[in-house]
């Protein structure tokens, strides 16, 4: 019998199962997300530990921890999956046909323009599965790390990832009251007016609320933060019921509801960004994924700003 590791390691299914559980940290996870029975993915879990002769997690109270062999065992079977389902796109395309699947994972504030980028691709590519992840900056960023998505969409670049990046879309952060706040009948704010004003900030890990940080200290001003909230639309309904005021997307007012709010007329914002969509550098780039880049690149981004500037 062969001793080379691939003979070893059972099944593609296995790390199917591996991967599953990696990702979500948990066994029973897996088995929902697998629609398989907890013990079978034990079973198979000690299958792949015994062809390797090294654990693969280990058991902290309910929390799985992986080792050291587990983490690149799993970054290989994310390696070999992503592969194989580029073979198949491969393949599909060879037929003639345009079919698999798209995986994007993008941060939270850009879900409200991401639909309709990938609409008109969907109607002229209808055999195409898309995956369409979101999660704050944070989570994105880790999945960025694990390589599990074809594209990632950003504003703010992240750290220490390889990648390569195309900026598609302008990203301007505006300051935001309600329709009656003394502020809202005002012109030429000056920024450190708002910092007498009840501030409500996004979470910790939120793109915005990194941008917002770091403009601010670039401009030596502060907020007065009275509430943390992890959602845009939250933020939206918080500041129309006066809560405070905030600063947000102007894509989040675009593409969502905005009746109630005022755009501040604040001389040192809107704060000036880009949207970003980036792939891994080393991942290997299956057709689907060439031609949504493709689209993005010619008319994807003119398709938004036309939207964008209808909506105004």
Known sequence: ???????????????????????NESIKQAATELHLTQPTISMQLKKLSDSINMPLYD???RKLVFTEAGKSLAQAAQDVLNR?????????????????TLRLSVVTTSKYFIPHLLGPFCQRYPDVDI?????????????????????????NLPDSVDFEAIDFLENPLVAIAPSDHPLSRRTNIDLKQLEHEPFLMREKGSGTRYAIESYLKSHQAKVTVRMTIESNEAIKHSVMSGLGISILSEHTLAFGESKGLKILDVKQLPIISKWFLIRPR??????????????????G?????EQLKNLH
């Open 1 to 23: 019998m062969s001793s080379r590791l691939h003979a070893r390691i059972g099944t593609f299914r296995q790390l199917e199962i591996l991967l599953s559980v990696y990702q």
């Open 59 to 61: 058991q902290v109270g």
């Open 84 to 100: 194989m389902e580029s073979l198949e796109m491969d393949l599909s395309q060879l037929r003639g046909l345009k079919a698999g």
């Open 131 to 155: 995956e369409f992840n979101v999660g704050n900056r944070q989570q994105i960023i880790e999945r960025l790390r694990q390589g599990t998505d074809d594209f990632f969409v950003f504003s």
């Open 282 to 299: 080393n991942k290997y780039i299956s057709p689907i994924a060439k031609t949504f880049l493709n689209y993005i690149e010619t008319e």
């Open 301 to 305: 981004r003119e398709l938004i700003r």
